[in-house]
């Protein structure tokens, strides 16, 4: 169920992603605070941002900067919603 959970928010932090929301995923610096702080987005669980992160840092190693964070966020946006699909059936059915 925590993984569930997990892929959940993971899907809601992707479903942000439409239009210019993509800013959500960038850190605060000292010339400005991330959005990830903003009031509208505390309820993302920092867990999905990490996965983010990870992907993101696995892929430029294996791959190097061929590979856009544009890239990266759609083909996850796609599995999650594709994960969560299938968990929602198999526990329907289950």
Same mark, same amino acid.
């Given at each position: 169920?925590?993984? /569930?959970? =997990?892929?959940?928010?993971?899907? *809601? #932090?992707?479903?942000? !992603?439409?239009?210019?929301?993509?800013?959500?995923?960038? %850190?605060?610096?000292?010339?400005?605070?991330?959005?990830?702080?903003?009031?509208?987005? /505390?309820? =993302?669980?920092?867990?999905?941002? *990490? #996965?983010?992160?990870? !992907?993101?840092?696995?892929?430029?190693?294996?791959?190097? %900067?061929?590979?856009?964070?544009?890239?990266?966020?759609?083909?996850?946006?796609?599995?999650?919603? =594709?994960?969560?699909?299938?968990?929602? #059936?198999?526990?329907?059915?289950?």
């Amino acid at each position: 169920m925590a993984k /569930l959970n =997990l892929l959940r928010s993971l899907k *809601k #932090i992707l479903a942000k !992603l439409q239009g210019c929301d993509g800013s959500v995923l960038l %850190d605060g610096s000292a010339s400005g605070p991330s959005e990830k702080n903003a009031p509208p987005n /505390l309820s =993302l669980r920092p867990q999905a941002f *990490k #996965i983010m992160n990870d !992907l993101r840092s696995r892929i430029h190693k294996a791959c190097g %900067d061929v590979v856009s964070c544009a890239d990266i966020t759609a083909l996850a946006a796609r599995d999650a919603v =594709l994960l969560v699909s299938l968990s929602s #059936i198999f526990h329907k059915h289950g």
